[in-house]
Structure formats: structure tokens, C-alpha cells
């Protein structure tokens, strides 16, 4: 699987677990609910360093984000 994907569906997954909207956890990272949709979507391609920041605010490893 494609790692947008995995990283998409992780992301997902986490953020709707913790009953989050979009806009509720864009805000809480820092940045756009447009980006979160995209990143949700497979259509953006992160910074290491967003990632990080992802799984930070998520309580999860990098790695986390990233298993399939």
C-alpha cells in the first residue's frame, strides 16, 4: 500500500478516535482543515517534520502513523 495511504487512513483513524473534526485538530496542530482533508485523502505528501508534529499531538510514534 501506497505510504500516503497508510498515512491517510492512520491519521483517520486516530484523529476520529479521539472525536475530532478536521477543523478542530487542524487548529490544535496549527495548520489548515484543507491540509488535514488532503492528508486524510492520500493527496499531500507531509514533511517529516509534520508528521512529528501529527503523532505528537495524536500521542502516537511516527511510526504509528505510518504501519499498515
Known sequence: ????KRL???LRR????RNLSQEAFA???GI???YIS???RGARNPTI????????FL????????DE
Do not use: F, K, Y
Not at 14 to 17: D, S
Open 32 to 34: 489548515h482543515r484543507t
Open 59 to 66: 500521542d502516537v510514534t511516527p511510526g504509528a502513523l505510518l
Open 14 to 17: 486516530l484523529r476520529q478516535q
Open 27 to 29: 487548529h490544535d496542530v
Open 1 to 4: 500500500m501506497d505510504i500516503r
Open 49 to 56: 517534520i509534520l508528521v512529528d508534529r501529527l503523532a505528537q
Open 38 to 40: 488532503d492528508l486524510e
Open 8 to 10: 491517510a487512513r492512520n
